[in-house]
């Protein structure tokens, strides 16, 4: 059975429009940094302007659903990508939060109609996690692939292809290339 990058095709993406938040989280950032360079690897692939890439991070994993959510409230991308690596140790970390990160990465996208990719390998060693961000298997590749695809399907889906929704945070006219206008949701 194929797995890793292998396991999945993705069509030919357009993304010279598609915003994308990247959100890193620093616990292992040795190998996070990896997934990183995955993911903006396949951005460019698919040409994503670097100038629409924002770059934040956080702590560890478990702070990753309210930064991913600040970020989607913020109406600045169109889509994000939370990054992180829970590694299985000799407590029970990994079992009491890698559940409670992935339903709150999930309720993000839900709630906030802002696609959010899941980013967050969840594995029993270093040695299984650097497996999976390194060279043809670095799983980041098809996260940012995923992430151009989704940001597409909303902007299809919503009917306002090239156009922000702005949904309570953040100066989103600020951001963004710079012949897109910004909308309100309720402007006329
Ligand atoms: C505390 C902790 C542990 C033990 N392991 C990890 C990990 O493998 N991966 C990860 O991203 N974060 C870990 N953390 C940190 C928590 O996610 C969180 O940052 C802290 O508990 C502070 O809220």
Redesign the pocket.
């Known amino acids: 059975m194929a797995a890793g990058n292998d396991a999945i095709d993705f069509p030919e993406l357009d993304g010279k429009e598609v915003r994308v938040g990247i959100i890193k ?4 950032e040795d190998i ?1 940094d990896d997934l990183v360079a995955g993911v903006k690897s396949a951005l460019a692939e698919c040409g994503v302007e670097a100038e629409n890439i924002v770059e934040s991070e ?7 659903p309210l930064a991913t959510r600040f970020l989607a409230l913020s109406g600045t991308v169109d889509v994000i990508i939370p990054i ?6 000799d ?1 029970y ?2 079992e009491v ?1 890698a559940d409670t ?1 992935t339903r709150g990465l999930m309720d993000v996208g839900l709630s906030t109609g802002i696609p959010v990719i899941f980013g ?1 390998l969840t594995v029993n060693t270093e040695e299984q996690a650097k497996y999976r961000a390194t060279g043809s298997n670095n799983h980041g590749v098809q996260w940012g692939k995923a992430a151009v695809e989704m940001a597409l399907l909303r902007a299809s889906a919503v009917g306002q292809k090239g156009r922000k929704f702005f949904l309570g945070f953040g100066a989103a006219e600020e951001v963004g290339s710079k012949d897109r206008k910004s909308t309100r949701l309720n402007s006329s």
Request: aromatic fraction near 12%; glycine fraction near 12%; proline fraction near 4%.
């Open positions: 989280a620093r616990w292992h996070t956080v702590p560890g994993s478990f702070e990753l992180g690596l829970l590694i299985k140790g407590t970390h990994f939060i990160v967050v």
